[in-house]
Nanobody
Framework: QVQLVESGGGLVQAGGSLRLSCATS????????MGWFRQAPGKEREFVAA????????SYADSVKGRFTISRDNAKNTVYLQMNSLKPEDTAVYYC????????????????WGQGTQVTVSS
């Protein structure tokens, strides 16, 4: 079982930055492809970014491309999401997730999920 814990969320003004972290205890994350997703009130959960288990491949939703960066430190069992130039429409609960089936956008592929961290961007 992989237990994921997100941290780093908070309240920030538009144009600001936050860095989210996703860590695990127990099993190592180094063999898992990882993704970040988000869910705004009244909306479906959506893909944000993904990174392959070695970190050599990344993908992003068009809405965050150029503003967000996903990275990982396998030695620390941690995955990061650096969020810059934040907009009010980025407000959501952000979740990290793990899979061994590829760094993809497809939610059902992910087997393990964290509890989420709230990000609120004020205008």
């Amino acid at each position: 079982q992989v237990q994921l814990v997100e941290s780093g969320g908070g309240l920030v003004q538009a144009g600001g930055s936050l860095r989210l972290s996703c860590a695990t205890s127990g099993r190592t994350l180094s063999s898992y492809d990882m993704g970040w997703f988000r869910q705004a009130p009244g909306k479906e959960r959506e893909f944000v970014a993904a990174i392959s288990w070695r970190g050599g491949s990344t993908s992003y939703a068009d809405s965050v491309k150029g503003r967000f960066t996903i990275s990982r430190d396998n030695a620390k069992n941690t995955v990061y999401l650096q969020m810059n130039s934040l907009k009010p429409e980025d407000t959501a609960v952000y979740y990290c997730a793990a899979t061994k089936r590829g760094a993809v956008r497809y939610i059902p592929v992910y087997d393990y999920w964290g509890q989420g961290t709230q990000v609120t961007v004020s205008s």
